[in-house]
Every structure is written in structure tokens, then in C-alpha cells.
């Protein structure tokens, strides 16, 4: 009887000890040893696990920051507060990257492009993309049935009334999800200080853009000329803005005939001249490159309103800062 | 001859007859579970056939050895369950030593696969059919060779349904219960294949 109850205790229970110690064996013999930065990193991340970074979750995140792969910025949910406390971990300054903001560059919407055919298959852009490039008449059109919606994880994106996906500022935490997603490759992430774009990505001849879509850039130049910073490039019938370069003076978007290039004019600027701290050196005035800055030697300058597009050079070279923008 | 062949039929009806999922009904956890991309499923399917084919052979030397010796036939699952949960803690840590990247594609799943009760019906069956040490392993790994052709297919079956156009009361598990229904009556195509 003893025996009977004994013998699988015995048994099993040595069985089990065997195991307990072979696996402690086995773990010291084949552990792998670990950054315990890893550990910390992974402790002062959110936690969500969005993959907003586009890691594999936090933990993703934590070995790709800790082995140098990912700057320590690179939460987008986190935030300053999060990449300061990595920072201080992995001992390196939080850079203070500028926040950047996805932006979807066709704005073709029902009204201004034309459509090659109805489309009535999957409600999903990359499925319409596979059938002739898509139901509109410029192969580069945004096809407006939300893929960048669906796999936003911010609720940052939305298609609009008029079939044209749209970036809410706010929201958006530049994960770069839609980048990805979008079949078209019409949404790219800018500063989000830039507030002029061309949403246009067409690189069809001027004549062939025209026939299928009002808004498009037809590859005219003007705004290259208009650029009085050198900011604007041209390649493959497109215009193409540097945002280093760009000072969001907003002149190429008023030059642009066809409206390709969109600018936020609620956002610009006015120069402004504190008349108490102006010294009449007349440095602003010979810098500003649309003569918007008036007035003599030794007297008081004073901006024209009109002319000036904000785009701050002479705050910048002002000795006295008597200029601020507006 | 006669061995050679009737090891040939065990793989054949492991892998096809009594399949274990669409057969046996035996680890529909994971088949339904990590079924959604055939990539994890293919992944999923491997982990487990290597677990199987290991855990067949240990679990056949740990009942003819140990538990037939002393009369404990009856403490059977308690005892490979000991062994499934150690073996896959020990192949856990080795992949991670020797082969990270294994390790990455694999996963959870490989932790998950202690709790699968293919594993443990695998060498269950393989007792109560009174295998060889050979025809043990035949069969294990046919098993799982079995276990991981369904889920692939199931895989590649649900990757197509999430593309089309389901009513959406069936969307989701729903249709994919109905699916693996249908699978598993197709497979019963098989049931006439070895006598």
C-alpha cells in the first residue's frame, strides 16, 4: 500500500527534480546574455505596443534603441518626455528632432480629375491599383477608398467627401503607415513646420496632366523662377520643394497657375518693425528680396504689407532684432 | 519488406487519414489561432513538428523504461506532460543560444506549444498503437507534417477570405469555423486510402 503511493511520488517527483536541474543547467550554460539597457529602455516606454515605430511592439523598439538602430526619439507616441528619459539611459542628448506630419500629395479630388472607368470591386485601394492602375485618369491619383485610413493607428487619416485622403495635423504622429500602405506612394512625411507643398506627384508631360486632372503640375517652371531661395528643384516634369531651403514665403503657391502647389496662407506671416529699437541701417531693406522694407538712412523703416511674404530673412539679419514675424 | 511498408502506411495515414486536426480534432487551438498569415502558420506548423518528433521519442523511452518497469502506467499523461513542458523549455533555450533568428520567426508559439494536445495525443496514440521506437518517430513526425500541411492550407484559405466580400454577420471566426468544417469533411475523402 506504502509502497504503491510512494513509488510515483518517488518517481515522478525525481523525474521532475531531474528536469528542474538539467533545465537549470541548460539555462546557465545557454543563456544569452542581454543589455540590461534593454530592460530599462523597455520600462520607460509606453507599453502600448502600437508599432508605431514600426518595431515589433515596445520590446521591438527597446533592442532596436538600445543596439543603435532607432534613435531614441524614435516613440512617436511617447513623446519629448519619453525620448528624454531613453536619452538618459543610453546617455546621448534627446536631438530634438523637428515633429514631422504625413502629408497625401494629390489633391485630384471628383471635381478636378477625371476618371478612367467606374470601379465596383474590393473597397480597398491596393486591390483597385492592380486593375489598369487604378479607376483615375492620372495614374498618380490619390483612388480616395481609405487604405491609408484603415491602417492608421491614430485616427490621423481620412478620406474626405470628395475622394481625397486628408492628414489631420494634430493627430498624426509621422508612424509612417500610410506611407507604406498607400498603393500610389502619394503620401510622404515633411517638417511639420513646412506649409507649402507640391501636392502633386505626376511626373506625365504637361499636356497629358492637363487632360485628366485640373490640379495637377504640369511642369510650367514658374514656381522655380518665383523661388527667391533656390528652394524648388525640377526633375521628371515635377517641381520638387527642399523644406532646408524652403522658408514658407509662399510666392511659388501664389505663382502657380494650375494650384499644384498648396500653401496654408492663414499661416503666413507679416513682418514687423519696432519702431523704438530701429536704428534706420537699412540692412533689412537691401536684404529683403521682394522690396517690402521702406525708408531712408537714419530713419525709421517701415514694412508694406503687401509686399511681404514673412519669409523672415530680415528678422534674421536685423543687429538690433527690432523685426519680428507676425 | 513488410516493416518498410508498414512504416510507409503509417506516415501516409498520420499525415492524410487521421490527420490530427481535421481528423482527431486535436490542436484546434493553434489552427485556429495562428492561422491568419500562412507565413506564422508555416512557422507554427515547424515549431510543432520538431516538438512532436522529439517528444514522441522521449515520451516512447520514459514509458517503456520508467513507467512499464514500475507498474505506473496509469500516472501516463502526468508524466508526459512533465516531459513535454521540460522538453520545450530545453529546445526553447537552445534555438535562442544557437539560432536567433529561429527563434525570432518562431516566437510565442514555441512557448504556446507546451499547452498543445497534439503534442501530448501524439504520444499517447503512439503507446496505445504499440509502435517501435522507429515507427514512434515515423508517426509523430508524420503527424506533424499532417498538423502543419492543415493549418497552411487553412492559412492560405483565410489570407483569401479576408479579401472578399463576406456578409458581415459571418465575417471573422464565423466563416472561418465553416471553412474548417469543410476542410475536415474533405479530408474525409481519405478515410478509404488504407484499409
Redesign the interface.
Same mark, same amino acid.
Given at each position: 500500500m506504502v509502497e504503491q503511493l510512494l513509488l510515483p511520488v518517488v518517481s515522478l517527483g525525481g523525474l521532475g527534480l531531474l528536469f528542474g536541474v538539467a533545465l537549470g543547467f541548460a539555462a546557465k550554460k545557454f543563456a544569452v546574455e542581454k543589455d540590461p539597457r534593454i530592460d530599462m529602455v523597455r520600462e520607460v516606454l509606453p507599453g502600448a505596443n502600437c508599432g508605431g515605430c514600426g518595431y515589433p511592439g515596445c520590446d521591438g523598439l527597446a533592442s532596436a534603441i538600445v543596439e543603435g538602430k532607432a534613435p531614441v526619439n524614435a516613440c512617436p507616441v511617447g513623446g519629448l518626455s519619453v525620448a528624454e528619459k531613453v536619452s538618459a539611459i543610453m546617455g546621448v542628448e534627446a536631438a530634438a528632432a523637428e515633429r514631422k506630419v504625413a502629408v497625401v500629395l494629390c489633391q485630384g479630388d471628383c471635381d478636378k480629375a477625371v476618371d478612367k472607368f467606374k470601379y465596383e470591386g474590393i473597397m480597398d485601394c491596393v486591390a483597385a491599383a492592380m486593375l489598369q492602375e487604378g479607376h483615375k485618369g492620372c495614374s498618380y491619383g490619390c483612388l480616395g477608398l481609405g487604405t491609408c485610413e484603415r491602417v492608421c493607428p491614430f485616427d490621423a487619416i481620412h478620406v474626405n467627401e470628395k475622394g481625397i485622403a486628408e492628414v489631420d495635423r494634430e493627430k498624426c504622429t509621422a508612424c509612417n503607415k500610410c506611407v507604406v500602405a498607400c498603393p500610389k506612394n502619394i503620401i510622404e512625411l515633411v517638417p511639420e513646420s513646412s506649409l507649402v507643398q507640391v501636392k502633386c506627384k505626376s511626373t506625365e508631360k504637361g499636356k497629358d496632366v492637363k487632360a485628366n486632372c485640373k490640379i495637377g503640375c504640369i511642369g510650367c517652371q514658374i514656381c522655380v523662377k518665383a523661388c527667391k531661395f533656390d528652394a524648388i528643384t525640377f526633375e521628371n516634369n515635377l517641381a520638387r520643394i527642399d523644406y532646408d531651403k524652403c522658408v514658407n514665403c509662399m510666392v511659388c503657391a501664389e505663382k502657380c497657375p494650375t494650384g499644384a502647389i498648396k500653401a496654408d496662407f492663414s499661416k503666413r506671416k507679416t513682418a514687423l518693425i519696432n519702431d523704438e529699437l530701429c536704428i534706420g541701417c537699412t540692412i533689412c531693406k537691401k536684404n529683403c528680396r521682394f522690396d517690402a522694407i521702406e525708408g531712408e538712412l537714419k530713419q525709421k523703416h517701415t514694412v508694406i504689407a503687401d509686399k511681404c511674404t514673412g519669409c523672415g530673412i530680415c528678422e534674421k539679419k536685423c543687429p538690433k532684432k527690432a523685426i519680428t514675424l507676425k | 519488406m513488410d516493416y518498410a511498408v508498414k512504416l510507409f502506411l503509417i506516415l501516409l495515414s498520420s499525415i492524410l487519414v487521421n490527420n490530427f486536426i481535421m481528423s482527431r480534432f486535436l490542436g484546434i487551438c493553434p489552427f485556429l489561432g495562428v492561422s491568419k498569415r500562412v507565413s506564422t502558420a508555416m512557422g507554427m506548423g515547424l515549431a510543432v513538428t520538431f516538438v512532436i518528433a522529439m517528444s514522441s521519442v522521449i515520451t516512447y523511452l *520514459?514509458h517503456h523504461f520508467?513507467l512499464v518497469k $514500475?507498474n505506473?502506467e496509469y500516472?501516463q499523461t $502526468? *508524466?508526459f506532460i $512533465?516531459?513535454i513542458a *521540460?522538453l520545450v @523549455?530545453?529546445v526553447e533555450?537552445?534555438i @535562442?543560444?544557437?539560432s536567433?533568428s529561429l527563434y525570432q520567426a518562431l516566437g510565442v508559439y514555441l512557448p504556446l506549444i507546451t499547452t498543445n494536445c497534439a503534442v501530448l495525443g501524439v504520444a499517447i496514440i503512439n503507446i496505445e498503437e504499440g509502435y517501435d521506437l522507429l515507427q514512434t518517430l515515423i508517426n509523430g513526425t508524420g503527424s506533424a507534417l499532417g498538423f502543419t500541411l492543415a493549418i497552411v492550407l487553412f492559412a492560405g484559405i483565410r489570407e483569401r477570405l479576408e @479579401?472578399s466580400?463576406i456578409p458581415k454577420p459571418m465575417q471573422g471566426f464565423p466563416i472561418a469555423m465553416i471553412t474548417a468544417g469543410l476542410m475536415s469533411v474533405a479530408f474525409l475523402g481519405f478515410q478509404g486510402l488504407i484499409k
Amino acid at each position: 500500500m506504502v509502497e504503491q503511493l510512494l513509488l510515483p511520488v518517488v518517481s515522478l517527483g525525481g523525474l521532475g527534480l531531474l528536469f528542474g536541474v538539467a533545465l537549470g543547467f541548460a539555462a546557465k550554460k545557454f543563456a544569452v546574455e542581454k543589455d540590461p539597457r534593454i530592460d530599462m529602455v523597455r520600462e520607460v516606454l509606453p507599453g502600448a505596443n502600437c508599432g508605431g515605430c514600426g518595431y515589433p511592439g515596445c520590446d521591438g523598439l527597446a533592442s532596436a534603441i538600445v543596439e543603435g538602430k532607432a534613435p531614441v526619439n524614435a516613440c512617436p507616441v511617447g513623446g519629448l518626455s519619453v525620448a528624454e528619459k531613453v536619452s538618459a539611459i543610453m546617455g546621448v542628448e534627446a536631438a530634438a528632432a523637428e515633429r514631422k506630419v504625413a502629408v497625401v500629395l494629390c489633391q485630384g479630388d471628383c471635381d478636378k480629375a477625371v476618371d478612367k472607368f467606374k470601379y465596383e470591386g474590393i473597397m480597398d485601394c491596393v486591390a483597385a491599383a492592380m486593375l489598369q492602375e487604378g479607376h483615375k485618369g492620372c495614374s498618380y491619383g490619390c483612388l480616395g477608398l481609405g487604405t491609408c485610413e484603415r491602417v492608421c493607428p491614430f485616427d490621423a487619416i481620412h478620406v474626405n467627401e470628395k475622394g481625397i485622403a486628408e492628414v489631420d495635423r494634430e493627430k498624426c504622429t509621422a508612424c509612417n503607415k500610410c506611407v507604406v500602405a498607400c498603393p500610389k506612394n502619394i503620401i510622404e512625411l515633411v517638417p511639420e513646420s513646412s506649409l507649402v507643398q507640391v501636392k502633386c506627384k505626376s511626373t506625365e508631360k504637361g499636356k497629358d496632366v492637363k487632360a485628366n486632372c485640373k490640379i495637377g503640375c504640369i511642369g510650367c517652371q514658374i514656381c522655380v523662377k518665383a523661388c527667391k531661395f533656390d528652394a524648388i528643384t525640377f526633375e521628371n516634369n515635377l517641381a520638387r520643394i527642399d523644406y532646408d531651403k524652403c522658408v514658407n514665403c509662399m510666392v511659388c503657391a501664389e505663382k502657380c497657375p494650375t494650384g499644384a502647389i498648396k500653401a496654408d496662407f492663414s499661416k503666413r506671416k507679416t513682418a514687423l518693425i519696432n519702431d523704438e529699437l530701429c536704428i534706420g541701417c537699412t540692412i533689412c531693406k537691401k536684404n529683403c528680396r521682394f522690396d517690402a522694407i521702406e525708408g531712408e538712412l537714419k530713419q525709421k523703416h517701415t514694412v508694406i504689407a503687401d509686399k511681404c511674404t514673412g519669409c523672415g530673412i530680415c528678422e534674421k539679419k536685423c543687429p538690433k532684432k527690432a523685426i519680428t514675424l507676425k | 519488406m513488410d516493416y518498410a511498408v508498414k512504416l510507409f502506411l503509417i506516415l501516409l495515414s498520420s499525415i492524410l487519414v487521421n490527420n490530427f486536426i481535421m481528423s482527431r480534432f486535436l490542436g484546434i487551438c493553434p489552427f485556429l489561432g495562428v492561422s491568419k498569415r500562412v507565413s506564422t502558420a508555416m512557422g507554427m506548423g515547424l515549431a510543432v513538428t520538431f516538438v512532436i518528433a522529439m517528444s514522441s521519442v522521449i515520451t516512447y523511452l *520514459a514509458h517503456h523504461f520508467i513507467l512499464v518497469k $514500475l507498474n505506473m502506467e496509469y500516472m501516463q499523461t $502526468l *508524466a508526459f506532460i $512533465l516531459i513535454i513542458a *521540460a522538453l520545450v @523549455q530545453f529546445v526553447e533555450m537552445v534555438i @535562442q543560444k544557437t539560432s536567433p533568428s529561429l527563434y525570432q520567426a518562431l516566437g510565442v508559439y514555441l512557448p504556446l506549444i507546451t499547452t498543445n494536445c497534439a503534442v501530448l495525443g501524439v504520444a499517447i496514440i503512439n503507446i496505445e498503437e504499440g509502435y517501435d521506437l522507429l515507427q514512434t518517430l515515423i508517426n509523430g513526425t508524420g503527424s506533424a507534417l499532417g498538423f502543419t500541411l492543415a493549418i497552411v492550407l487553412f492559412a492560405g484559405i483565410r489570407e483569401r477570405l479576408e @479579401q472578399s466580400d463576406i456578409p458581415k454577420p459571418m465575417q471573422g471566426f464565423p466563416i472561418a469555423m465553416i471553412t474548417a468544417g469543410l476542410m475536415s469533411v474533405a479530408f474525409l475523402g481519405f478515410q478509404g486510402l488504407i484499409k
